[in-house]
């Protein structure tokens, strides 16, 4: 009796699973590739982010043949950008740009990169409690400059290479500062030699930065604490090659 007590509650219990489901069926599952592609724009352009991806995904599943589904690919990956999901946007960028190295909007794959990875050096918590940028893992920014170029080169004449050129100037500074920040820690607590080196880093990696001249002033007094004077000489004549005036007060210093 006991047993079946318990299997009639069991095949109630799924009788009323699938009656649940049955109740809650897609309502996108009559919708054509052209009503999807329509609806997920539509949800983008209302800032319904979420919703969008949700519309292009099953766009892509249901109708992977059609002319829509391309051109999903890509949005879908700005729709992600937008949900805050910098990890999924990348993956959509990347997978768009491997099934479509030739697509006319291709360049645009590339560009969405450096946005999705400039974004991730603001991290969640420093929306609410900002802090010194220096401050902040640089890896997403090198990852950036490295997306920007990428379109610079091989896309020179895309409509997105001028601002992508813009903020990689924006970006070589920011990524000069953060040496700089590093160095002078190394120089508060004694560590003249890393000093140096961080210093010499700005120069080789980011010749055109506005870090250049703090560079060279770090490396002369680093130099100078670690009695390289030829070093320390050096890297003041290339100083006063650049600024006569700072080059004079640290060699009165």
């Known amino acids: 009796m006991r047993q079946f007590t318990l299997a009639l509650l069991t095949a109630l219990l ?90 006319p909007y291709v360049d645009y794959a590339y560009y969405l990169k450096g946005l999705v990875n400039a974004k991730r050096h603001q991290g969640f918590v420093d929306r609410w409690f900002p802090r010194d940028p220096r401050e902040r893992d640089p890896e997403p920014l090198r990852q950036a400059f490295e997306d920007f170029g990428n379109l610079v080169r091989n896309f020179p004449d895309s409509q997105y290479a001028d601002d992508a050129r813009q903020r990689m100037i924006y970006l070589r500074n920011m990524l000069a500062g953060h040496e700089l920040y590093v160095a002078e820690f190394y120089m508060r607590r004694g560590a003249w030699l890393a000093a140096a080196q961080r210093g010499r880093t700005v120069l080789e990696r980011y010749p055109e930065s506005d870090a250049t001249l703090d560079a060279l002033e770090i490396m002369v007094r680093a130099y100078r604490e670690l009695e390289l004077d030829d070093l320390a000489e050096d890297a003041l004549r290339v100083l006063e090659m650049n600024d006569a005036e700072r080059a004079a007060r640290l060699r009165d210093a």
Do not use: K
């Open 14 to 103: 799924t009788i009323t699973l699938i009656a649940g489901c049955a109740g809650r069926q897609d309502p996108t599952r009559d919708w054509s590739a052209s009503q999807l592609y329509m609806e997920a724009r539509a949800a983008l352009d209302q800032g319904n982010f979420d919703q969008a991806v949700g519309y292009y995904e099953s766009l892509e599943a249901r109708f992977p043949f059609s002319r829509f589904a391309q051109q999903a690919q890509l949005e879908v990956a700005y729709a992600y950008y937008r949900a805050d999901e910098p990890d999924m946007a990348l993956a959509a960028a990347d997978r768009f740009i491997q099934i479509n190295p030739r697509h």
